[in-house]
Nanobody, 120 residues
Framework: QVQLVESGGGLVQAGGSLRLSCAVS????????MAWYRQAPGKQRELVATISGGSTNYTDSVKDRFTISRDNTKNTAYLQMNSLKPEDTAVYYCNANGRANYFTGYRDYWGQGTQVTVSS
């Protein structure tokens, strides 16, 4: 069973930093893309950042402030968040697209989410 577990959320003042972690448990034959999403109250879930191989992408609102990375030896993805703003307040979700084995197609896996609250 593949599970994603996020950690590192919390309360931080504007301008501060947090580092989110996403640990992947279980085994996948192939893990293609990992991503971070976020969802603020009353808002649509928003794609924040993706990493695939050596390529990363970010939504405009977090460019130059957030960095997504991945440690393949630990099966863990990270989201370093700097210069946090109150509008970054949301539940952050880790997402992975992968394939369990050759008998299974690619699918998305989701973590439970971790709360990030940025005070003004």
């Amino acid at each position: 069973q593949v599970q994603l577990v996020e950690s590192g959320g919390g309360l931080v003042q504007a301008g501060g930093s947090l580092r989110l972690s996403c640990a992947v448990s279980g085994r996948l034959l192939r893990l293609n893309v990992m991503a971070w999403y976020r969802q603020a109250p009353g808002k649509q879930r928003e794609l924040v950042a993706t990493i695939s191989g050596g390529s990363t992408n970010y939504t405009d609102s977090v460019k130059d402030r957030f960095t997504i990375s991945r440690d393949n030896t630990k099966n863990t993805a990270y989201l370093q968040m700097n210069s946090l703003k109150p509008e970054d307040t949301a539940v952050y979700y880790c997402n992975a697209n992968g394939r369990a084995n050759y008998f299974t197609g690619y699918r998305d896996y989701w973590g439970q989410g971790t709360q990030v609250t940025v005070s003004s």
